[in-house]
């Protein structure tokens, strides 16, 4: 009898969610259409906030059903496997609070079948799985499913309804799905949030092809602890442990699929990287937890503004200061203009040494950079997504630059191993090109002295809305850095003699031309230069103004209006 039982209850666990199911469709395409569910594809990402928490949620609850039927096989019932789990959490990954009035009926049930106050209930149903899962805890209770603004619902229940519906469509257990594959589906669902969040999006999201080069070049070994600053959704992260596990599976088989049934790594022949990250903004913080945990993946992510109170430090018996890492991955916001010179000179931390410091105002860039170097170990490696004009601002120019400066101080310590000029239209708020600055602490002598520049500007395919960087375009950039291979029209490995000739300009597109024709500097990087040098003759003209008024002269004509 109790092998039939056995078998009842798995059956009966998934039943109206079987593998499968959705005429075939890819996850991809389903967990998008879901999204869509609501509103369509126009408004989908407004409603990011509701829908990832949901469909994390909808992961959470199948899961638990596996593994409460793996613990039905051995005690007898699902009934008893509930009680067992109520009792003893450790048994579970996540203990969920929610137990249908039939013990065969699956736990997402409980939420498919609301039918009064639906937000409500799911916004209740929320925080007691957070209040039984300190991990989960302002992760997935923080959002309000019944919220109102100016007495409307966000979120109507008929639309909310909607979406619950879409999303049981299919089962997202164990045995249906693979945590690389609910992973990837998520992320891609966060890159549609992105391609419809407008500048937002940039909080959030780094174009996968740019994560996936950064990751690969990075080349990071078993057990090694990894460092994002600006987290986001965690995506860099999580492709450092990808990209880790791929090197290694190409030697070692990977394990039979269902195997893992715990943290990843758990019942694997290496140890899974250690992952760190700090994100400011709270949903998105929320969001790399999530992401994190779908991807079968333990990482520790804080909140907070790094910048001004970095979280990740020794303890007071350990001396305090930074803590460092083997690996440090960022997308920094780009130009931020609101840290001071105060700021930089207010640091415990030693992370703004003396011939670096403060880089201007008008961009946080090489400060971010100033950070992540300071928080790598003594053969730590970096790699870190910037605008163009950071490798560029102030070379050529009369007078002084504090950034070029700060570009300077990194060149003459021999600590930038390489950079990657990214092709435009890349990311989601903004057509720049953008570029990566790869560092290294430990160069072999080979590579002391020079730094490797790419100019993979010609290297993508028009796509829609962004453009993209096409997967044989990704090895050919990632072989060429790892290797130091020198190609014409792609890279060249230069001498410091030629980058302090150049005024410490260390942009690819001024030593590596793209065309048989003369190129020229883009036009963005001009324009922000332009820029820069306004803010910087309005700071100088202000103090001479000042000078002149305290030793009596006064300025008839005021000076510029730039």
């Known amino acids: ?321 930074l803590r460092t890492f083997d690996r440090v991955v960022a997308n920094p916001m780009w130009n931020q203009d609101w840290f001071t010179e105060a700021d930089y000179d207010n640091d415990e931390l030693d992370r703004f040494p003396t011939g670096a410091g403060f880089p201007g105002k008008s961009s946080a860039d090489w400060g971010w950079v100033q950070h992540m170097q300071a928080s790598l170990n003594k053969k730590g490696r970096a790699a870190v997504v910037l605008d163009t004009g950071a490798a560029s601002r102030g070379s050529g120019n009369a007078g002084t630059s504090k950034e070029k400066q700060v570009r300077q101080w990194f060149v003459d310590n021999d600590l930038v191993e390489g950079v990657l000029y990214l092709p435009e239209n890349l990311f989601y708020n903004t057509s720049a090109p953008g570029i990566v600055i790869f560092l290294n602490k430990a160069k072999t002598k080979n590579r002391q002295g020079k730094v490797l520049l790419v100019n993979a500007s010609q290297i993508f395919e028009k796509g829609d809305p962004k453009n993209f960087i096409p997967e044989s375009g990704i090895k050919r950039i990632v072989d060429t850095l790892k290797n130091w291979k020198e190609e014409d029209k792609l890279s060249r490995i230069v001498e410091h003699a030629e980058l302090i000739k150049n005024d410490y300009n260390i942009s690819p597109s001024r030593y590596i031309h793209t065309s048989d024709a003369e190129t020229y500097r883009p036009i963005t990087e001009i324009v922000e230069e332009l820029e820069v040098i306004e803010v910087e003759a309005r700071g100088t003209d202000k103090e001479l103004k000042a000078i002149l008024k305290k030793i009596g002269i006064h300025s008839e004509h005021g000076g510029s209006h730039g």
């Open 1 to 321: 009898m109790p092998a039939k039982k056995k078998k009842s209850n798995k059956k009966t666990a998934g039943k109206g969610v079987a593998r499968g199911s959705d005429n075939g469709k890819s996850l991809e395409s389903w967990i998008w259409d879901a999204a869509c569910s609501i509103r369509g594809a126009k408004d989908a990402p407004k409603y990011k906030d509701f829908i990832l928490p949901l469909i994390f949620t909808k992961r959470l609850c199948d899961v638990f059903d596996d593994e409460i039927n793996r613990m039905a096989e051995e005690v007898g019932s699902r009934k008893k496997a509930f009680q067992l789990a109520k009792r003893d959490h450790k048994l579970v990954r996540f203990y969920l609070p929610l137990v249908p009035d039939d013990p065969e009926e699956p736990v997402w049930s409980l939420i498919r079948k609301l039918a009064d106050k639906i937000g409500e209930q799911i916004t209740t149903h929320m925080r007691e799985i957070a209040r039984e899962n300190s991990l989960l805890q302002g992760i997935i209770d923080r959002v309000d499913f019944n919220a109102t603004t100016h007495g409307q619902r966000d979120l109507d229940d008929d639309r909310l309804s909607n979406l619950i519906e879409a999303i049981s469509t299919k089962r997202l257990g164990l045995l249906d799905v693979e945590p690389d594959i609910i992973g990837k589906s998520y992320e891609y669902l966060i890159r549609k949030f992105a391609e419809g969040g407008g500048q937002s999006a940039g909080e959030f999201y780094t174009p996968w092809e740019v994560g996936l080069i950064m990751a690969r070049v990075m080349d990071a070994e078993p057990g090694m602890e990894i460092y994002d600053p600006c987290c986001g959704s965690g995506g860099l992260l999580i492709k450092c442990e990808i990209a880790m596990e791929e090197k290694m599976n190409s030697k070692t088989p990977s394990p039979p699929s269902g195997e893992r049934a715990g943290v990843r790594g758990q019942s694997s022949k290496y140890a899974p990287l250690k992952l760190h990250g700090q994100e400011y903004i709270a949903d998105t913080w929320a969001m790399a937890n999530m992401n994190m945990i779908i991807h079968d993946m333990e990482g520790e992510i804080e909140i907070g503004d790094t910048f001004k109170n970095p979280k990740f430090r020794h303890s007071k018996k350990e001396g305090g200061g």
